[in-house]
């Protein structure tokens, strides 16, 4: 029998995955410059926006197919959970080395630092079969969202506020169909983007001394951010609707054709997961020391510094070097059932 043709990807949503992580790398490259920088720290909020929606909207997009077969829950398994349990273990030590917190222990039940995102996927991947039977999918999970900022004892376990909180922009991309974001990427929708995308930026610079940026986090309820408890489903839905707006402006900016950049795509978790070590070392390791980091060149830099190392560390060699701890086939672990799929490109 023939084998079957290996699936064509999208290089439209290989480059929106690819200029997503940069602005993630960029975003923690930006986080020590932000005190007594006002402009830093707009363009810090603008950023934190709408890049994890981004990433929440397409990896939700690439979940419609989940349906809890055995070769699905294989590459659940095998594409997030392992790598969760091995970079949050790798994470607590490199926390340890750096003196951050010598005695933290390491507990997969408090994800540290960019850890969060797997466990929330896993957790939406799983209930990716409720909502495609739930009768109004979105209202549902924006009600759950706006309800969870009113109670602090949610707790920390599996970041399950942060969980609850993103949740709608999960099921935003459940619910979008392939002329969704061909809609998007027509020209009108790109011209229009430009004056959008600056009005959010001049709002932003605006907001930062007139408002907490924690909200864009989605990491803790109306009470731990010292507003009201009415603040929390207000804020709920004004986040979801210029996140999702500043997707469209991002995702409108995409280019869909292939790049230089569009097969750096494919290793998006890769970045991600590694990056992580790289920002955490530039802070406890003096880099921000210098005065002249703190000036506008100093960002500068810092933002080309970090879309460099992000960019290396999604090439082929090291996807190569670390596809055993992220992407391990396992076949040990399972019986001889339904294949797996082939990889997804949802995780991040």
């Known amino acids: 029998m023939a084998a079957r043709p ?6 439209f ?11 993630v790398a960029v975003g923690h490259a930006w986080e020590p410059l932000r005190p007594g920088s006002r402009a830093v720290t707009a363009l810090y909020m603008f950023v934190y926006a709408f890049h994890m929606p981004a990433f929440i909207i397409v990896s939700g997009y690439f979940s419609r197919a989940f349906d809890g077969s055995p070769g699905r829950l294989k590459r659940l398994v095998t594409g997030i959970a392992v790598p969760y349990v091995v970079f949050e273990t790798a994470y607590t030590l490199f926390t340890r080395w750096t003196s951050q917190d010598p005695d933290r222990p ?27 039977h739930v009768r109004r999918p979105l209202p549902t999970a924006l009600v759950v969202a706006m309800l969870a900022t009113l109670s ?34 027509r020209r009108e929708v790109r011209i229009l983007a430009v004056p959008v995308a600056g009005c959010a930026l001049g709002v932003a610079y605006w907001a ?34 210029c996140s999702v707006v500043l997707v469209a402006c ?16 494919a290793g998006t978790l890769y970045g991600y997961l590694l990056h992580g070590f790289v920002a955490q070392a530039a802070k406890y390791g003096g880099w921000y020391e ?49 294949a797996a799929p082939p990889p997804g490109d949802a995780r991040a």
Not at 107 to 132: E, G, H, K, N, Q
Request: with cysteine.
């Open 250 to 265: 991002f995702l409108a900016w995409v280019p869909g054709r292939r790049t230089w950049f569009t097969a750096l795509g």
């Open 208 to 241: 930062v001394p007139r408002m907490n940026y924690g909200w864009f986090f989605h990491a803790d309820s109306a009470r731990e951010l010292a507003a009201p408890f009415w603040y929390g489903p207000l804020m709920t839905l004004a986040a979801f609707g």
């Open 13 to 23: 949503f290989d480059n929106a995955k690819y200029l997503a992580i940069v602005l």
């Open 106 to 132: 390491v507990s997969l039940l408090d994800p540290l630092y960019l850890t969060w995102f797997l466990a929330a996927l896993f957790v939406w991947r799983l209930t990716t079969p409720v909502w495609r």
């Open 290 to 338: 210098p005065a002249w980091v703190h000036r506008p060149v100093g960002a500068v830099v810092a933002a080309l510094v970090a879309a460099v190392v992000v960019t290396a560390l999604c090439t082929p060699p090291v996807r190569r070097v670390f596809r055993c701890v992220t992407e391990p086939g396992m076949a040990w672990a399972f019986g001889r059932g339904d």
């Open 152 to 185: 602090p004892s949610i707790g920390h376990d599996l970041d399950l506020q942060r969980t609850l909180q993103f949740l709608p922009y999960f099921v935003f991309g459940l619910l979008l169909r392939p002329e969704h974001f061909r809609l998007v990427r």
């Open 6 to 11: 290996a699936r064509q990807r999208d290089a």
